[in-house]
T-cell receptor, first 110, second 114 residues
Framework: LAKTTQPISMDSYEGQEVNITCSHN???????ITWYQQFPSQGPRFIIQGYKTKVTNEVASLFIPADRKSSTLSLPRVSLSDTAVYYCLLFGGATNKLIFGTGTLLAVQP | GAVVSQHPSRVICKSGTSVKIECRSL??????MFWYRQFPKQSLMLMAT?????????EQGVEKDKFLINHASLTLSTLTVTSAHPEDSSFYICSAPHSGNTIYFGEGSWLTVV
């Protein structure tokens, strides 16, 4: 099973851009990369998904290099409400289960 | 995005009783659903993969006779915790893939066994 590795935690301040990088050296050809946000006592919420290059939506950007062995979630101008745990996950193709890594606890300070 | 809903959101049961948690895909059909449990400040742990019309696939270390999973329709999977004990108290979350590669999660269900 492909595994993902992320920093355990990150600190930021309101208004800053935050970049969280995830390593997935064993990603399979048909795997998609998806990032989720989780608040305490809630299910993970979909943020963004990509296969390669760059994807942008109204809340985040996702950068994926050509070798796809890593991905970076970029959150522009974070606010206190962005304090949460962020997970990157692989799914699709050879990865037929959704396995969670440790996630990254982002703490946004005023 | 697609909607996955769980019920109940919170449940308290007595030791030795059984409790059922439902997971529904509200606006799409799901032949596969995933069940997780999560302890405070820990990541989600995959318990089993629920398959519509066939037996669930359990992860290593998960007791299939204790955590009964039924996926009787394309929009409903249920997790029944049988003979519940206090150590089964946890946050249970289900998810379902939509459009092939995107997984959507339910709101989660808190189980407290007293």
């Amino acid at each position: 099973l492909a595994k993902t590795t992320q920093p355990i935690s990150m600190d930021s301040y309101e208004g800053q851009e935050v970049n969280i990088t995830c390593s997935h050296n064993n990603i399979a050809t048909n795997d998609y990369i998806t990032w989720y946000q989780q608040f305490p006592s809630q299910g993970p919420r979909f943020i963004i998904q990509g296969y390669k290059t760059k994807v942008t939506n109204e809340v985040a950007s996702l950068f994926i290099p050509a070798d796809r062995k890593s991905s970076t979630l970029s959150l522009p101008r974070v606010s206190l409400s962005d304090t949460a745990v962020y997970y990157c996950l692989l799914f699709g193709g050879a990865t037929n289960k959704l396995i969670f890594g440790t996630g990254t606890l982002l703490a946004v300070q005023p | 995005g697609a909607v996955v809903s769980q019920h109940p959101s919170r449940v308290i049961c007595k030791s030795g009783t059984s409790v059922k948690i439902e997971c529904r895909s509200l606006d799409f059909q799901a032949t596969t659903m995933f069940w997780y449990r999560q302890f405070p400040k820990q990541s989600l742990m995959l318990m089993a993969t629920s398959n519509e019309g066939s037996k669930a696939t359990y992860e290593q270390g998960v007791e299939k006779d204790k955590f009964l999973i039924n996926h009787a329709s394309l929009t409903l999977s249920t997790l029944t915790v049988t003979s519940a004990h206090p150590e089964d108290s946890s946050f249970y979350i289900c998810s379902a893939p939509h459009s092939g590669n995107t997984i959507y999660f339910g709101e989660g269900s808190w189980l407290t066994v007293v």
